[in-house]
């Protein structure tokens, strides 16, 4: 795709996910009539991620029709080069407990590459945007990673879920504090890759995590200056991967620990 059509593709999505996260945030307002159902272990899905997921479809699907569309809760519709891919809410469990860190999610992947996100925050009015080639911003001012080099002043966030083996999990913990890095588990792994790009943290790495959670995100960590794993390997649609971002000055020390 030619560089306005990016630039009209990137617009509307960010106007695409404030909607979503005024229609989440007023169900995280009343949360205490949500539906939620499980879909395995310490893995649920609400209403409002449903609904939300329909309402960026419709959106998206009507403003470019010819694009194909991944969403956690409805998966794969169309089979065009351009694909959305979305996380309704990332951050559920955190959502439904009534814990003000998650938000809406939307990237935009072509052949194996992606060309813009958006994530916002609504609760904290936070929109983190980036464009191949344009930059990465919060609300519009540009963003950047940190450039720390010393694990010991270093913060990074970990996710963790029963989707992998629990073994390793504890060992890349005591790998981090060994090394005297501060780590957080904040329960969302979008904002874990936005909150790095902003220089909040200095890294973001989880064992196993899918396109969805990540694809918003990817392209503002690379045009905030981070750097990131080989996530979009060709089975990573079915598969997910590995993701480890981080600022360049801690990126290859944090893949020896993790690597170890
Ligand atoms: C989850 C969150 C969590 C991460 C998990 C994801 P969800 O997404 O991003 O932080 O550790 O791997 O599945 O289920 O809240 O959309
Ligand atoms: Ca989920
Ligand atoms: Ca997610
Ligand atoms: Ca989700």
Not at 233 to 260: C, H, K, M, S, W
Request: aromatic fraction near 8%.
């Amino acid at each position: 795709m030619d560089s306005d059509q990016l630039e009209q593709r990137a617009r509307v999505a960010a106007t695409v996910v404030r909607e979503a996260g005024a229609l989440a945030l007023d169900y995280f307002r009343r949360r205490g009539d949500l539906r939620i159902d499980s879909k395995g272990l310490q893995d649920m899905v609400s209403q409002a991620d449903r609904e939300c997921e329909d309402l960026i479809f419709a959106r998206l699907s009507e403003a470019f029709p010819a694009d194909s569309f991944l969403g956690e809760e409805g998966g794969l519709r169309g089979t065009g080069s351009a694909m959305w891919v979305v996380d309704p809410i990332d951050g559920t469990a955190n959502f439904v407990r009534g814990i003000p860190h998650w938000c809406v999610s939307i990237g935009l992947i072509e052949d194996g590459r992606a060309l813009c996100g958006v994530l916002y925050d609504p609760v904290a009015d936070e929109l983190f945007a980036g464009v191949a080639g344009g930059g990465a911003t919060l609300n519009g001012a540009p963003i950047g990673v940190t450039g720390e080099t010393d694990l010991r002043k270093a913060r990074v966030g970990i996710g963790f879920s029963y989707r992998t083996p629990v073994a390793p999990h504890p060992g890349d913990i005591h790998a981090l504090l060994d090394a005297g890095c501060e780590y957080l588990r904040l329960g969302s792994g979008a904002l874990g890759l936005a909150y790095t790009a902003a220089g909040r943290l200095d890294g973001y790495f989880e064992r196993h995590i899918n396109l969805w959670d990540v694809a918003g995100g990817l392209i503002i960590v690379a045009e905030a200056g981070g750097r990131l794993s080989d996530f979009m390997t060709p089975d990573v649609v079915a598969e997910g991967n590995e993701i480890l971002v981080a600022t360049p000055g801690i990126y290859d020390q944090l893949r020896g620990l993790f690597d170890a």
